[in-house]
């Protein structure tokens, strides 16, 4: 194949964003969380596996055990982690020292900190976080410590160099969980380690539509005489196929990808929903990236978790959307960071954050709401999520997500913007991961275990869907969110077992719907609906 020609990419080219070679997921991105993470989740996890690799490997026997912190490192082995640690150690030096400095700055205000003014405490903060925090007390007089979170990203913690997106001719069948194991260099790997905000991505991921030239995108990334050949194998000499016909005037369309990735389409509007979509030629019949329009308007991330916020897809999208919009942060908390500060620092320049209850416009006829999202962080004070509300041509459509609507009233005091829904979609994954799973480098201290259990990263069940659904008037309803479809296994940790306890809850929510004479169904694999416009 010449490379001076203008060619495609192939549709199944899978392209992973890495830090430090984890997959990038927001916990890791941002710089504050992703010091904590990466010293104590991701050393000890390699360190762990090179105490005893057949103990990782006797746990992955297990399936049950598939989303825990256990490494496969596949045909790469033993020395590949080994050499992976120690050039994390070395490259991930600036991030580790933030990390002992937040540790030894939180110590100083419990020692320190008893209620009395914390001027003379700012010269002692570390040098590391100097100018990037405020000293702060909340209303019961415990220190804590704010972050001026633009100003990480100007700092040495970011670590754009440890940043690379490796491509992948087409996408694995069984692939390790990518939150347990690092995604490590292998000989069908293109590993280009050019920061995430660099333009140049967006120039191939454009060959997913219109033609390149690929011989002068290889020279702009710098590649090698091997590399290019790569990449040159990643190309082909074909149009892509024509993006799917809008809907028909009047009406509007829900197509469901998988998980919770919904896309909305009216003729003149597209909205999608916490896009994290597959690729053509994995052995299952689904729609996927090529099935999304050229053009849409408007991007919906509902909250903060790696399910519904995945940059590996919102990288290939980033001038192909119009505006994201995205929940307001509580500014500055350690465990809830902004979203809009991220997406910015990583090259989206057209982010709109909504607090609770403002109103987006799409376009003609088309707005998104953001309602309040309850449960489902562990009691934890994060306010980076949202319940999206999309209306379209008189239609409405509520996204509860993983919601735990554990508090009736707070729907009721929104009734007269909700209105009459005419499809709920709601998770109903109702058991969860317990605190620590997620949020357990970010902690001070650590929690017994008793009290880890029962603060648990879960949706609604049954019961609790069926409330919902009758608060907002429901015409219909779609349990979703629940990580079942088999080629997401890598990111969501689970698949589809008739007999887990979601999947249990979502036919009991079929059958107590049905009872009122309200259509409820399970989204699984795909979907699709077309509502007329009402006046």
Not at 5 to 14: E, H, I, M, S, W
Not at 28 to 57: C, E, K, V, W
Not at 253 to 264: C, E, G, P, S
Not at 510 to 522: I, K, N, P, S, T
Request: hydrophobic share 40%; with cysteine; charged share 25%.
């Amino acid at each position: 194949m010449t490379v001076n020609r203008k060619l495609t990419l192939r549709p199944g080219v899978v392209p992973q964003p890495l830090i430090h070679r984890w997959y990038a997921w927001p916990y890791l991105i941002a710089p504050h969380t992703g010091a904590l993470n990466l010293r104590d989740r991701l050393i000890p996890t390699m360190r762990s596996y090179l105490d005893g690799p057949q103990l990782h490997a006797s746990a992955l026997a297990n399936p049950a055990r598939y989303g825990g912190p256990f490494i496969n490192p596949g045909d790469a082995g033993v020395a590949e982690v080994e050499r992976l640690l120690e050039q994390t150690l070395r490259a991930g030096r600036a991030k580790l020292t933030f990390a002992d400095d937040l540790n030894a700055l939180r110590q100083m205000l419990h020692e320190r900190a008893r209620g009395g003014s914390m001027e003379g405490l700012y010269p002692e903060v570390p040098a590391s976080l100097k100018g990037t925090v405020e000293l702060v007390y909340d209303t019961a007089h415990r220190p804590s410590v704010r972050f001026f979170e633009p100003l990480l990203y100007r700092t040495a913690a970011f670590e754009p160099h440890s940043q690379t997106v490796s491509l992948s001719p087409r996408s694995r069948r069984h692939q390790p969980f990518v939150y347990g194991s690092p995604v490590l260099a292998g000989p069908d790997r293109l590993d280009i380690a050019v920061p995430f905000a660099s333009a140049v991505w967006d120039d191939l991921f454009a060959a997913r539509l219109t033609a390149i030239d690929v011989q002068e995108l290889a020279e702009r990334l710098e590649l090698d005489t091997r590399a290019r050949q790569q990449f040159a194998a990643l190309f082909q000499d074909e149009e892509p196929p024509a993006p799917p016909a809008r809907p028909d005037p009047g009406t509007v369309r829900m197509r469901y990808f998988n998980h919770a990735t919904v896309l909305l389409e009216t003729e003149s509007s597209a909205v999608l929903l916490d896009p994290l979509l597959g690729y053509p030629d994995d052995g299952f019949e689904h729609l996927t990236l090529a099935d999304l329009p050229a053009y849409i308007d408007t991007v919906v991330i509902s909250h903060f978790h790696s399910d519904h916020f995945s940059l590996e897809t919102l990288l290939q999208l980033r001038r192909r959307v119009g505006t994201i919009v995205v929940p307001r942060s509580s500014g500055g908390s350690l465990q809830d960071p902004s979203l809009k500060t991220m997406l910015q620092a990583l090259g989206f320049d057209r982010v709109r954050e909504l607090g609770e209850l403002e109103t987006f416009a799409v376009g003609e006829g088309v707005d998104v709401v953001a309602l309040p999202f309850i449960g489902e962080h562990a009691d934890l004070d994060i306010r980076t999520k949202m319940v999206p509300l999309v209306r379209a041509l008189g239609r409405s459509f509520m996204f509860a997500t993983d919601i735990t609507p554990i508090e009736p009233a707070l729907y009721e005091l929104v009734r007269d913007v909700v209105g009459t829904v005419d499809a709920l979609f709601v998770g109903l994954e109702c058991v969860g991961a317990p605190l620590s799973w997620l949020y357990g480098p970010l902690m001070e201290s650590r929690l017994p275990r008793e009290q880890d259990q029962t603060r648990r990263l879960k949706g609604s069940d049954a019961a609790m869907a069926d409330r919902l659904a009758q608060q907002v008037g429901a015409a219909h309803v779609y349990a979703y969110a629940m990580g079942l479809e088999p080629w997401l296994k890598h990111l969501t940790g689970s698949d589809f077992d008739p007999e887990s306890e979601p999947v249990r809850q979502s036919v009991l929510l079929g059958d107590l719907c049905g009872r009122r004479g309200v259509g409820a169904e399970l989204l699984y694999l795909g979907g699709e609906r077309v509502w007329s416009a009402k006046a």
